[in-house]
């Protein structure tokens, strides 16, 4: 009877080890919806084994929606197996890599991942890292440090094109009424691309209702009008 046992637990382990591994195949398919299909199947029933394939999937996986389920499976899992493997690719030369396990981070929000938010990513020359960055920072600041972030934060004020401005507006944003002592000396700065991002981002602040566009508009007005940064015009 115990020999007949040990034989069952045998084979089922060995349908399971097969089973995992025809999975973790499904995530290199050339097809992305058997991709999609199998990072499902991984968050539906966690499994640590699957972590580490999760995380490299993530830095070279080519599809929005693909990626978008293999961090909720990795969201899935224990905090204690997918945080080390998350922060180690923050350190990773490729710039997806770094992105990836910063949206992660944010999403899965435990602030034990705080120390890795580095000035060094925040202002990341990637703009999609910078802007993954921008969102991982707002969710897991510590409460008290919100100031220093806003700080660090502002010193981007003026960056890329209208996306990465808007991420950083939203993040600025989110951290509240403190970003107000950030924001007050980029209004003078010399560049005006700042001055007008940083009037933006107040007018935001102040008024959430105001799309970016009609922001940005009404802060380049405000220069030309001779506002904040414009003296003796």
Request: proline share 5%; charged share 25%; glycine share 6%.
């Amino acid at each position: 009877m115990t020999m007949t046992r040990q034989g069952t637990a045998a084979a089922a382990a060995g349908a399971a080890g097969a089973d995992a591994q025809r999975v973790l195949q499904a995530l290199e398919d050339g097809r992305s919806s058997v991709r999609l299909r199998a990072a499902l199947m991984i968050g539906t029933t966690p499994d640590s084994r699957f972590v580490d394939k999760l995380v490299e999937r993530c830095a070279i996986e080519p599809e929005f929606f693909v990626r978008d389920m293999l961090t909720w499976a990795l969201g899935r899992h224990p905090v204690s197996v997918t945080l080390p493997a998350l922060l180690r690719e923050t350190r990773s030369e490729r710039a997806q890599a770094r992105s990836q396990a910063l949206h992660s981070l944010s999403k899965i929000g435990d602030r034990q991942a705080w120390p890795a938010i580095t000035p060094a990513l925040l202002a990341d020359a990637d703009d999609e890292v910078a802007r993954s960055a921008w969102r991982a920072a707002v969710v897991l600041v510590p409460p008290g440090e919100e100031s220093d972030l806003a700080a660090v934060l502002a010193t981007q004020l003026g960056r890329g094109e209208r996306e990465t401005q808007l991420s950083l507006s939203r993040a600025l944003v989110a951290l509240g009424e403190v970003v107000l002592a950030a924001l007050r000396p980029a209004m003078t700065a010399a560049d005006p691309r700042v001055r007008a991002h940083a009037l933006a981002t107040e007018r935001l602040l102040r008024d959430p209702d105001t799309g970016f566009e009609f922001a940005i508009a009404e802060a380049k007005r405000v220069l030309v009008l001779g506002g904040p940064g414009q003296e003796g015009r």
